[in-house]
Structures are given as C-alpha cells and as structure tokens.
C-alpha cells in the first residue's frame, strides 16, 4: 500500500475562517487479532493509574510546548440496516437517542451533539413532538447541535456510482435545508470500508469544506501516525484539481469513544474515581496527538447506536470535562464538547501549519495482513444489480415525468399525479446505498427488506411513468392501460396477426441504435415499428429457463432506434410461425465457430473449459488488426476453518491460484440477423456465453458481450470470469464509482486479495508497450483484479459456511441464481479513453421497457399522437451526459434540478465543450443561479479560499449560464417552468 502513497507537502495555508469538519464512529466486531500482534501498535491502549509525571501538552514543530486543547465530538453512528432492518431499528434504538439526547442537552448549554443519517432523522422529527420541535431549533441555533455529512445516509464508498452517492445525498441534504434553514459543510465518512477518491471530490463540489475519515489500511493508518499525515489535503481528481480538494482528517483509532469511557457500557465517572480516570484518559490524549501536527486533537465520544441513554453519557463527560480543566495547568490539557465545526475553525487558525497533499483512493482496505475487505466488492451480486436497474429506471421515471409536467402544466399534472408519488423510489434507492446495503452486509432478512422496499415503491413510481406516457404519447393512451409490464401476459390472449404495443425509453442524451431484449413465454413474435415496418428481430431460447424463479424461457431481442431522452414505440405481432432460433451443438466441431458483424469477427474455439476466441477489427484505420482472448469461469476456495474466514465483508482464499470449473458437457452455437452467441455448459448448472451483435451502431457492434449464468454455488466458493488477452506489459486501471480511473499497482505475487479493487462500471487493461487497450464494462459493482500480465478477473458470485468476524455475525449463504455481463472493447490509447468514457454510461443505463400497452387485433386498434419523442432541443456532444433532470418532490412539479456533467477525463486529449444550459430541454423553462452539486446555494455561496483555483473559471464572459464544460466537470442549476399552471 505505502507503493501508492504520494503525500507531498503542499505549501498552502489552512486560513480561512468558517472551515468546518465533523466525525461519527462505528464498531469493528469481533476483531481477529493473530499471535503475532499484526494490528496496529498505536490501535492498543495502554491503562495505567496514579498522577502523571508533568503536564501532557503537545511539542509543536517550533520546540514550543503548548497546552493540549481537545475536542469532544458526541454522536451516535446509526447504521439505515445491518444486523436489524432499518425500521427495527429506529424503533428500537434511533428514537430513544434522538429523545434522550434532545433533553440532555437541554439541561447543559455546554453540550453538544452531531446528527449525521438523515433517513432516521427525519423521521424523528416527523415524530417529536412540538416542544422537541422547538429545542431542536435552538440547538442548531446556538450551535449545540450540527449537522454534518447529513446525506440520507452514510453510504458505502466502493459499490454505488457517483450519481447515485449525489442523489442520496440530495435527498438527505435538502431535508435540514428546507426544514432547519441548515446546510452542512462537513463530511463524516467514517464506516465504509475503505475511501473512494471521488467523495472528496463531490463533497468539494457539495461545499463542504472539510471531512472526516477512518477506515483506511492499517499499515497506511500507521505511516500516517508516524509522520504527522493523519491530516491532509485529498486531491480526488485529477481531472479537476485544486478545485475539488478537500481538508481531511484521519481518526486516530476508531470512532468509537476511548477505551474505557463509553459510559452506557463502561463504568461512570464519580467524584470518587474522576481524578484516576481523567489521568488515564489524558495518557490516551497525548499518545493519539502524536499522529497530529497542531496542538488541536479531535476526540470521537460515542459508537453505533449509542445515546440511547444520553445522560450516562453526558453525566460522566462532565465530569471529566470539569475535572481536566479545573486541573489544566497539571495535566497540561484543555478540554470542552465540541462539534466539527468548531473544531475546525480552531485548526483554521493555526496558520503558520503546512499540510501533505494526498491522490489517490484507500483501496483495497485491510485491518490486519490477513484481514483484506475486498469481498463485499461482490457480496449479493443480484442485489448490486437491483440497484443498477432502479438508478436507471429512477432516470426515464424522472427526466419523462417532468417533460408531461411541461406539457400539460404543472397544476394540472400534480391533480393526476402527486409529485410526492417519486419519493418512495427515490428514499428506497438512498437507502441502498447505504454501507452495509449495497455492500451486502447485512443480515440475509435485513437483505430482503432493503428488496422489499424497492417492491413497495413500485406502484407509486409505476403511477408516475404511467401518467407521463399517457401525456406524451397523446391518442389512445390512458394511464390504466399503462400501468403493468406483463407483455407476456398480453400476448398470450392474441391470435395470429395481434399486436401489443411497447414503449422503450432511452434516458441518455444521445441517440441510441442497439439491440433491445424482452423476456417471453412464446417464440412466434415478430416486431413493427410505428410504420409498420418489420424490424429486424430474434426469438431464442433463454439463458436459463427456471419458471420458479419468474423468468421466461424465451428472449425477443430486436434492433431499436432511439432519440435522445426520449421513446419509440414498437409493436410485438404474433406470427403465423415459430420464429426462434434454435441453438445447435457444436461441442466436437472440427473448426473454430465464426461469428462476425461490420466491426469484428470472432473466430471461437471452444475447449475444455475455456473459450478461445481471434478476434480480428475490420474497420480499424491501419487497416485488419488481429487479437486473441480466452474466457473461462474460475473459482477461488474460501477459507473456513482457521481464526480468519472469508465472509460477507473479507476475501480470503485457501489457495493463491483459482480452479477452473468442470469440463463443458454441452457447447452450442445460436445464430440469427440481430446477434449470435456460443453458449458453453458447466452440467447445464453454470453457462458461459459469448454473444457478438449484427445490428446497432458500429460502438455497439465493436463490443463483445460475456454472459455467466450461475447456479446455485456450493459452499466456500467464490466463482470469477477470468480474461487473459494477448497485451503484454499492461497495467490494470479501475475506475472509482464509474467516474474516474485509477492505475492500479502491478500484481507482485503476494496473496491474490490484496489485489482486488471494486469496479462499479469499468475497467482496463492497458499495454504500456503500444497503448493497445481491452476495457471492461460491469452490469453492476464486483470485484476485479489482474493477477497477471494480459489477464483481469471479475468475481461474480460467492457463498461462505462462516463469518468472518466483522459483525454482522452471520455466514454469507447466498444461494441465489445470477445471470451477469461482461462487455469487453478493444481499441487504441486515447481514443479508447473517448470511445469507453461514452460507451460505460450508455452500459450503465441501458434502454427500458417504460410501459406495455393494450393488446389489439391489430395496430390500428390503439393509436398514439406521438409514437416517437425526445425532450431535448437537440442531442448533446458526445462529451457531455445528462446527469439529471428530476423534478423537486415537494415542488408540485414546478420546478426541479438539471445537471450536466463532461464525461471525459483530462488526458482523453478532447477540447472542453461550451454549453447553453438554457438551450437543452425541449419545454419552457428558466434557470437560476448555477447551484452547489446537490442544489442547495448558489456556487458562489461557498468560498474556499484556500484552495481555490481561480485561473479555472467555467464561466464565459457576460453569460453565466452557457458554461465551459471542463473535463470530468459537473454544473448544476435548478430549473422552474415557464408555465407554472
């Protein structure tokens, strides 16, 4: 790890005032601790009773002794589900903190307290009563209560995209905004396990000023002690710079209170053992404010769930508190509660202090040498991909229900439809972003709830889509016709020459030309467009066909042609004959299989147990260039007997190598006009399938599709898909929540763990003899390593007998059946980084079935006014994606977000794109002011001086709204429309 640890000094002063930061712990479980004492020296506390020899204090830089001055931050980290459902929870747990706090502090103006999830806090509120109410107010009023972080909750760093980390902290920033008057400033990232480089950056670009962190490796966290870094400035991204660094702070240990004062567990201070206690809690003061260059030491007072009886708390706090500084000058200490803005604005004013400067992520995070975090990467695969789809349905649900709003006015689209109806979706998917959600460490029924509640949001957000359809389609439509999804359904009651209509939604902002699937239980279907034109389509059998699981034996794929931001509506037609296309075998065939399209051809042979494929690029500009791959299902073996097992959260297998599954017993070839696919069988039990499509763009046709389809897995198994290629020298880049990549450090032979990084969209292998790339786009957040040259892996699947001690004390018994896709795209250097920047959000967010209509004798039967439609006055550059365009919940649908982001990176070589912000949406609109990230102030309303990079301005002379679309950039405005009726 210390390999990537490129701590600089920067020369740049801490002095600004106002700078704010704020801390809130959680516990690490049952703690493996090997003989050989591999944690963290400095992570042990040493008791020790009777006076001290001399006052603590700190040495500073200069030789000067100084007084230590400490601050006490209370809070409470209150986990949105883990080892209860959320709801059990906040019933349980979150409502007595939140009620026994609000009145302890009422007792003792010195108090204080740090709110941090607002998925509990708000739901407190809702709750309190009047006189609740009202000390709330006045705790953020006269600064005993802040507010930091406070996105909807505390989300996980390595599985959830960065536009999904910005919704859920929309969602939970605008809550203490609209209710309180309150915007926070800080961030309190202290529980996922290990730190993305992009939050700092989106926190930088929320306006906070500064953060708090906790969860890095051991051995980082240790060089940090030992040379003062425990505080630096982050620079996430390197595409945006100075612009978006962020001040952060380390905790020393945990976030947890010193061992010994957590005071709902531990013994309480009384007049009689004040003085022992308060000598050892200033022995454990001085050792941690070794890590740190100021005087200034932060100390976390609290632990998951904890306050539920805040008086035992603050009781003995104040005690201690009275005690050290009615004793300062002996113990050489002061002392007071503290929240994190206050502790900051002290450190603000220590500006003769210079601070490292750190890039770079926290992956992969370790608490011990054999202890690596890298399974949750992975953990509850079909999980991670609900929540991929529900981001992008969110999207077409949101950006088409405020062009209805625009169309028939506001007033009257809130009469059919509230616009409160988007916010049970909107809180479920916040929620899953939660870091024991979309991590997969939860109980396995706390899983299912986190299921559920998605299931329960459904008609809401289906009332919604089908009241925006029935406005822009116009004619026939009606919003109880669009309601339901059951193609299959509809379709079985038609005789020969009956249709049903279907609208596919794309919510991108460029056009799209692909191949789109729907899943059937009959084969003699054909598809129209609005013409009546035939449209080049297919009919084969499913991947797997497993009724009880709800999933239909037949896939109708077909050629779509979509606008931007828009929908076309097509007709599925029963046939007069069967049109599937059946597979053959081709286990023993004599010649490789060829399959190939306008952009490549594929020449596969299959073998034991891998696919061998040529691939040669036919439209490449120095002229045919020709590859070779092999695909293959491998497994890893779970360790499960020793201290240390695999688990929900840790990767940790038996052996340093994989296994490749058993012997292909079946290989068969399926071919027809819109792809073609060879299809391996592990025992029918586990599928590996290479599909290559023959219609769609020319990107679209470059790429080649890995499908898996596993089985029930057995126990202690962990299954990848693993790549070799034939680059040489590469290295393997990832990408940090589908935003920006990171080179990774090379594999060097150490135990395979250490080497897995998350990938949440994207990954490439990168020749650094000629720049020839392979990139890797994901259908949800894995696991992914190169463990050798040429070769990458992507852990789709595992299944664990035991715990691994971190808590959630429960093995990972994930029997479910997964179907996954690996999308592969080989080009050159810096037009692979403009081609794969582009192709991984089109990947991300694919088209949607958005509504099915009625079933007809014909289509003449039910007819639309608009069977094609785009909101946009135009498409946008290739360079610039629509981020956002949703409507305020509580604005009636009269106003809203936009976002537009530039998805290059600085070194794709690519100009920067001038954008008129006020010329996108095809409806009247104005704009205000540009907003912070989450649309809460104006982006001049944050001034961080200290940073600031003032040579970057993205704004144009004399027009504030047509901006400089810099690499990586994102710019957001809150929209009203022009007709507010």
Sequence with gaps: MTARFPLVLLLALLGVAGLLLAPLPRALGALYVPQSSLLSSSARVVHQDGPLSGPVGKVLSSGERVPLEVWVVPHSHDDVGWRMTADEYYVQQVKKIYDTTV???????????????????????????????????????????????????????????????????????????????VVPVTSWNIDP?????????????????????????????????????????????????????????????????????????????????????????????????????????????????????????????????????????????????????????????????????????FYPYADN??????????????????????????????????????????????????????SPLRQAHAVAQHHDAVTGTSKAYVMEDYVQAFAEAEPSTRRVFANTLAVLLGGDATPAQLMDLDLAGRLDRLAPGGVVPVVIANSLAWPRHTVHTLPLDRSDVVVRDADGALVPSQVIPALFDEPSLGRLPYELAFEARLPAAGYRVYFVEIAPLDQVSEPRSVLNADTPLTLRNEAISLAVT????????????????????????????????????????????IFRPMEDIHLPLDRYTEVTLVEGPVFSEVRAFHNREHVLALRLHHVGSVAD??????????????????????????????????????????????????????????????????????????????????????????????????????????????????????????????????????????????????????????????????????????????????????????????????????RLQNIFEV??????????????????YSLSEELDLCGINTADHYVRPQWADDSGSVHVAQNPLSVLMRPMDIRTWRYKLSNPY
């Design 103 to 181: 009145d302890a502090l009422s007792r003792n103006p010195s108090r204080k307290f740090i709110v941090v999830e607002m998925a509990f806090f708000s739901r407190w509120y809702r709750e309190a009563t009047d006189a609740q109410r009202k000390l709330v107010h006045s705790f953020v009023a006269n600064g005993q209560m802040e507010f930091i972080l406070a996105g909807w909750v505390m989300s996980d760093n390595a599985n959830p995209t960065y536009s999904a980390n910005i919704d859920q902290m929309t969602e939970g920033l605008q809550w203490p905004y609209e209710t309180l008057g």
């Design 193 to 361: 396990f290990g730190l993305s480089a992009v939050y700092p950056t989106l926190f930088a670009k929320m306006g906070f000023k500064g953060g708090v962190i906790n969860r890095i490796t051991y051995s980082d966290k240790d060089l940090f002690k030992a040379t003062q870094h425990m505080e630096f400035v982050w620079r996430g991204s390197k595409s945006l710079g100075a612009e978006v660094e962020l001040f952060t702070h380390v905790l020393s240990d945990h976030y947890s209170s010193p061992s010994g004062f957590d005071f709902e567990r531990d013994q309480p201070i009384t007049p009689h053992n004040v003085a022992s206690k308060a000598n050892t809690l200033v022995r454990e003061f001085a050792r941690r404010a070794a890590g740190y260059r100021t005087q200034h030491l932060l100390i976390p007072a609290g632990d998951d769930f904890r306050y539920q009886n805040a008086h035992a708390q603050f009781d003995s706090w104040d005690l201690l508190i009275d005690y050290i500084n009615a004793n300062s000058e002996q113990l050489g200490v002061r002392i007071r509660y503290s929240t994190l803005s206050d502790y900051f604005e002290a450190l603000a004013r220590e500006t003769a202090v210079t601070w490292p400067l750190f890039t770079g992520d």
């Design 369 to 422: 040498e054999l202890s690596w975090w890298t399974g949750y990467f992975t953990s509850y695969p079909q999980f991670k991909r609900l929540v991929r789809t529900t981001e992008g349905e969110m999207r077409a649900v949101d950006m088409l229900s405020q062009a209805a709003a625009a169309q028939v006015g506001p007033a009257r689209f809130q009469h059919q439809v509230p616009s409160t109806h988007v």
């Design 606 to 649: 299959p073998g034991q147990r891998n696919l061998a494929i040529v691939q040669t690029d036919l439209l490449g500009t120095a002229g045919q260039t020709v590859s070779k791959f092999a695909a293959e299902l491998r497994f890893y073996r779970s360790v499960s007997t020793q201290q240390q097992n695999s688990g929900a959260y």
């Design 701 to 898: 046709q470059a790429q080649v599709h890995v499908d898996s389809r596993l089985g029930e897995i057995p126990y202690n198994t962990e299954v990848v898909v693993h790549i070799a290629t034939d680059l040489a020298d590469t290295v393997f880049i990832s990408d940090n929540n589908a935003l920006e990549m990171h080179a990774r450090r090379p594999y060097d032979g150490s135990a395979p763990q250490k080497h897995f990084y998350p990938i949440v969209s994207q990954a490439v292998l990168r020749s650094e003899a000629d720049g020839t790339s392979v990139a890797f786009l994901t259908d949800r957040a894995v696991a992914g390593a190169s463990l050798g040259p040429g070769a990458a892996e992507f852990m789709l699947h595992r299944r664990c007998s035991r715990d691994d001690g971190r808590g959630v004390a429960e093995a990972l018994n994930d029997r479910s059946v997964i179907r996954s896709r690996l999308t592969m795209h080989r080009t050159g250097n810096v037009s692979m980084d403009r081609t794969r920047a582009q192709l991984n959000i089109i990947n991300m967010f694919p088209p949607l079935l958005a509504a099915c209509g009625p079933a007809a004798a014909n289509a003449t039967v039910w007819e639309v006014d608009t069977p094609v439609f785009s909101m946009l006055q135009a498409p946008l550059p290739d360079s610039v994606h629509l981020l956002t365009v949703k409507a305020d919940a509580s604005a009636h649908w009269r106003t809203g977000l936009l």
């Design 907 to 924: 070194d794709a070589g690519l100009p920067e794109e001038v954008i008129d912000a006020t010329q996108v949406l095809d409806f009247g």
